[in-house]
């Protein structure tokens, strides 16, 4: 059996508003496998993204705990956070998030270089090739279409090999051809670097490509099952 490489237990998370506080995520309790694919789905405001951003080491929960690769997420230093994220998630969101100023090599590069890797141009033109844009290196984003931009988000995502690739709507801004191509080459990314997948998303076909999905609602866990073949 797979080992579990990320676990919740009961976590919570509230966020406060003029409001009052806003109960966003209520007592989750999850295990991923190591390799594994997942697809989070469930109406808006559910708290998939939420979720994802937790696991991410992006939002910490209120409560609960949350362990990672044999790391406990949930009361580290947010030094610590960040440098876990760093060597072990690729993130890709629905709107791209490439630095306008930089070209799309650089914008791959730039978690190399973070890390001090040597040669950090040279692998992100090789990662560039790998989802397509091996002739697209030295444009900006806004010389890219928002599929090509989607790329060069994959690209920066898996540059560092990351045991947890997580994608919020990867497709969500993207007409019906794109997200297909983004698609298959997300699941070749994780294919090929043997990461745990979970993706958020609203497309019961995308959801059904995982090994499982698990569906969230008004903050809590509602159905968890194995993807349709």
């Known amino acids: 059996m797979p080992e579990t490489i990320i676990s919740l237990r009961g976590v919570n998370l509230s966020l406060e ?41 992006l939002e910490r929960a209120s409560s609960g705990s949350v362990t990672a690769l044999g ?7 947010e030094d610590a956070l960040a440098r876990f994220r760093r060597s072990h998630v690729g993130i ?6 490439l630095i306008p100023t930089m070209t799309a090599v650089e914008n791959v590069a730039t978690p190399l270089e973070l890390a001090g890797v040597k040669n950090a141009m ?19 984003p806004a010389q890219l ?16 090999r990351p045991d947890i ?20 080459i997300l699941f070749g990314l994780r294919e090929k670097y043997g990461s745990t997948l979970i993706l958020v998303t609203h497309d019961p ?3 059904n490509r995982c090994d499982r999905v698990i569906a969230l609602a008004d903050g809590r866990l509602q159905l968890e099952q194995e993807a349709e073949e």
């Open 17 to 57: 508003s003029n409001a009052g506080a806003v109960s966003i995520l209520k007592d989750i309790k999850l295990d991923f496998k190591a390799g594994e694919t997942v697809g989070l789905t469930g109406p808006s405001g559910s708290g998939k993204s939420s979720l994802l951003m937790i696991i991410g080491g």
């Open 71 to 77: 790391s406990d997420l949930t009361n580290i230093s």
């Open 92 to 97: 890709v969101f629905q709107s791209f998030h």
């Open 122 to 140: 040279c692998n992100a033109k090789e990662e560039l090739s790998t989802v397509g844009l091996g002739d697209r290196a030295d444009h900006y």
């Open 145 to 160: 279409s928002g599929g090509e931009q989607q790329r060069v988000a994959l690209a920066r995502a898996s540059i560092m």
């Open 165 to 184: 690739l997580l994608a919020d709507e990867p497709t969500g801004n993207l007409d019906g051809e794109n997200g297909r191509a983004i698609v298959d």
């Open 205 to 207: 076909i995308l959801a």
